[in-house]
């Protein structure tokens, strides 16, 4: 019996990590293509797909989406598409946002965070189509630019810690419409600040017994190519279509996500 179950198993985690890898090439694609560290479409897939529960998938994202911002991150500055001292102001507040967020993590029911994470989505997706913000570049960086930004770095870690997100789904669209900066610029500048905040995040998470390494180590190096190619493409592409396109996909997963808490 144990000579059967063997080969079965080893079967079974296989077919696991496959759909691990699976779920890290469209996630890396997304990342690259719209600036956000994949946690949109990672968190949903790992509930969906590989059956985790709601915080184990939270806190796996978030560990995944190290690499991918890493390749991303760097697609963008070989077109020198990140503003380096935005960056740094994000990532400086972010780190204690995201700090915040895993604490917050292991108290909130199950449901109530999936609620959460599609509310995240429904709201990211209004913003996209109603947004038609004509971004010239930021001017300087005085008093009021730097605590605000400042503000937006601790708000991003806190969603990154809370529900496994980079954080650009804020960060993105708050730089292009609060302070000018043109959106590939954003995008770069968004995957740039999640590095920082994923590792302190994820850190905080391995503490808590939070985050499935393996299955974040597959998820995350698979997206690593398709990061660095969806990142070239999206400095050419139409900022309407890209806006269109990433509303549509966030409401989809969105829909998908509460469904099955509606009905029971």
Avoid: C
């Amino acid at each position: 019996m144990s000579i059967e179950t063997e080969p079965r198993t080893a079967h079974s985690a296989g077919s696991r990590l496959a759909r691990a890898a699976a779920v890290g090439l469209v996630a890396g694609f997304l990342s690259g293509l719209f600036g956000v560290g994949g946690g949109i479409l990672i968190v949903p897939a790992l509930v969906l797909v590989m059956a985790m529960d709601q915080r184990l998938a939270h806190g796996t994202s978030l560990a995944a989406v190290l690499p991918i911002a890493v390749s991303s991150t760097l697609g963008y500055a070989l077109e020198d598409k990140v503003d380096w001292p935005v960056a740094a102001l994000l990532a400086a507040a972010a780190v204690a946002g995201a700090v915040v967020g895993t604490y917050a993590l292991q108290r909130m029911p199950q449901p109530a965070l999936a609620f959460a994470f599609a509310g995240l989505l429904v709201a990211t997706a209004v913003r996209l189509l109603i947004d038609h913000s004509d971004a010239g570049g930021r001017g300087g960086l005085d008093t009021v630019a730097v605590i605000g930004l400042l503000v937006l770095g601790v708000t991003s870690g806190v969603l990154a810690g809370l529900l496994g997100v980079g954080g650009g789904i804020i960060m993105v669209p708050a730089m292009v419409v609060l302070w000018g900066i043109p959106p590939a610029v954003a995008k770069g500048t968004s995957l740039a600040v999640i590095i920082p905040t994923s590792i302190i995040g994820t850190w905080r998470n391995r503490h808590h017994g939070n985050a499935d390494m393996p299955i974040a180590v597959t998820v995350g190096l698979a997206g690593v190519l398709s990061a660095l190619v969806a990142s070239k493409i999206s400095v050419g592409m139409s900022e309407t279509t890209s806006n269109v396109l990433f509303a549509l996909l966030l409401l989809t997963v969105a829909a998908r996500m509460l469904w099955p808490l509606v009905r029971r």
